[in-house]
């Protein structure tokens, strides 16, 4: 495999010192980019145990680092090419096998891999910076702080998923609870009475508004109501969806990673879709624009049943719920319409 060309670069540039800006900054930068490995590798079942073992060492590398930099006498030149070769052989090990990972083993997890591999090298970046920049007296707060955040980006291998199923199911996941999130606070804004900014907005004067356009009227909440249950059948599509992954997903052949992936390209477009419609809801309500906001998420929802069907998560046995959810999605979507043909 090919290594980005700036890691074949002079190794210290004159113009920057031993342990200069140019050094770290530019070859950190590019540690890592959207790669691929050649089609034809085959995956090391070793894999996981060697990254492991460089998120380990970056972590301990930068610590060394950071104690070399926290009080004077300066680490010698000697010394500061033993720390940096530390650091960067660490960081290229931990890239390079990012670009092992084949994407037949997943497009999802390869990115939730890129992610973490990524913090971690921004968060190399962020100590180093702070080195160059800081007066070495004592160990400084921002120090302190940068170290442990790359602590933080090295412990997190624990956490990530080991193949796709699982890095799709953690993906959903997230992708349910902001859904549930706006949901909750489109109840909450509904419960609070006739005025949805009243915990936002104060007259500090009379305690009072006149201003009609905070106000839904009764226009508006009979048409909330059919909008609501377009965003709870999208609560329970995710739910249901995300279920279903977890009974049924497999990653045994490449179709079935391939499904997983289209699952999670489709399912990403739901929150934004329902943020959407929830902000079009509030006060002054357009008509227009909540019946377009809802014919998108109605869109949305019914390509993540279609796709959920076709795909091997939903044998017959979960044909049912399917079902039932792209009548609710039809029933609210109809009432939306029958409601704003005035606004067309």
């Given at each position: 495999?090919?290594?980005?060309?700036?890691?074949?670069?002079?190794?210290?540039?004159?113009?920057?010192?031993?342990?200069?800006?140019?050094?770290?900054?530019?070859?950190?930068?590019?540690?890592?980019?959207?790669?691929?490995?050649?089609e034809g590798s085959n995956f090391n079942p070793q894999f996981w145990e060697t990254l492991g073992q460089a998120f380990k060492a970056t972590s301990q590398e930068a610590?060394?680092?950071?104690?070399?930099?926290?009080?004077?006498?300066?680490?010698?030149?000697?010394?500061?090419?033993?720390?940096?070769?530390?650091?960067?052989?660490?960081?290229?090990?931990?890239?390079?096998?990012?670009?092992?990972?084949?994407?037949?083993?997943?497009?999802?997890?390869?990115?939730?891999?890129?992610?973490?591999?990524?913090?971690?090298?921004?968060?190399?970046?962020?100590?180093?910076?702070?080195?160059?920049?800081?007066?070495?007296?004592?160990?400084?707060?921002?120090?302190?702080?940068?170290?442990?955040?790359?602590?933080?980006?090295?412990?997190?291998?624990?956490?990530?998923?080991?193949?796709?199923?699982?890095?799709?199911?953690?993906?959903?996941?997230?992708?349910?609870?902001?859904?549930?999130?706006?949901?909750?606070?489109?109840?909450?804004?509904?419960?609070?009475?006739?005025?949805?900014?009243?915990?936002?907005?104060?007259?500090?004067?009379?305690?009072?508004?006149?201003?009609?356009?905070?106000?839904?009227?009764?226009?508006?909440?009979r048409l909330i109501a059919p909008c609501l249950g377009l965003m709870k059948a999208s609560k329970a599509c995710?739910?249901?969806?995300?279920?279903?992954?977890?009974?049924?997903?497999?990653?045994?052949?490449?179709?079935?990673?391939?499904?997983?992936?289209?699952?999670?390209?489709?399912?990403?477009?739901?929150?934004?879709?329902?943020?959407?419609?929830?902000?079009?809801?509030?006060?002054?309500?357009?008509?227009?624009?909540?019946?377009?906001?809802?014919?998108?998420?109605?869109?949305?929802?019914?390509?993540?049943?279609?796709?959920?069907?076709?795909?091997?998560?939903?044998?017959?046995?979960?044909?049912?719920?399917?079902?039932?959810?792209?009548?609710?999605?039809?029933?609210?979507?109809?009432?939306?319409?029958?409601?704003?043909?005035?606004?067309?």
């Amino acid at each position: 495999m090919a290594l980005p060309l700036c890691w074949a670069e002079d190794r210290y540039r004159d113009d920057a010192g031993p342990y200069g800006r140019n050094l770290l900054m530019d070859r950190l930068m590019c540690g890592i980019e959207d790669g691929e490995s050649s089609e034809g590798s085959n995956f090391n079942p070793q894999f996981w145990e060697t990254l492991g073992q460089a998120f380990k060492a970056t972590s301990q590398e930068a610590t060394k680092i950071s104690l070399a930099y926290s009080k004077p006498p300066l680490p010698s030149e000697e010394d500061c090419q033993k720390l940096s070769d530390g650091l960067l052989n660490a960081i290229l090990a931990t890239s390079t096998l990012y670009y092992s990972l084949p994407k037949k083993q997943g497009i999802t997890l390869r990115k939730t891999i890129r992610e973490a591999v990524a913090d971690v090298i921004e968060g190399t970046m962020q100590l180093i910076e702070v080195i160059l920049n800081s007066r070495i007296q004592s160990l400084s707060q921002a120090q302190l702080v940068s170290t442990g955040s790359v602590w933080e980006a090295c412990d997190q291998f624990e956490q990530l998923p080991k193949d796709n199923h699982a890095a799709v199911v953690s993906i959903v996941s997230g992708y349910l609870g902001v859904v549930k999130d706006a949901l909750e606070e489109m109840e909450q804004a509904l419960a609070g009475g006739e005025d949805p900014f009243s915990d936002v907005l104060e007259d500090d004067i009379t305690g009072a508004r006149g201003n009609q356009d905070t106000y839904w009227s009764e226009a508006d909440r009979r048409l909330i109501a059919p909008c609501l249950g377009l965003m709870k059948a999208s609560k329970a599509c995710l739910k249901k969806v995300l279920g279903a992954m977890k009974t049924h997903g497999k990653v045994e052949t490449a179709d079935q990673v391939a499904q997983l992936d289209d699952l999670a390209d489709i399912t990403q477009e739901v929150s934004p879709s329902v943020d959407e419609l929830a902000l079009s809801m509030y006060p002054p309500m357009n008509q227009a624009a909540v019946r377009l906001n809802a014919a998108k998420l109605s869109s949305v929802l019914k390509k993540v049943l279609e796709i959920t069907r076709s795909s091997h998560v939903c044998p017959d046995t979960e044909s049912g719920w399917v079902q039932f959810l792209n009548n609710a999605i039809d029933h609210n979507m109809n009432k939306i319409k029958n409601l704003t043909q005035d606004a067309l």
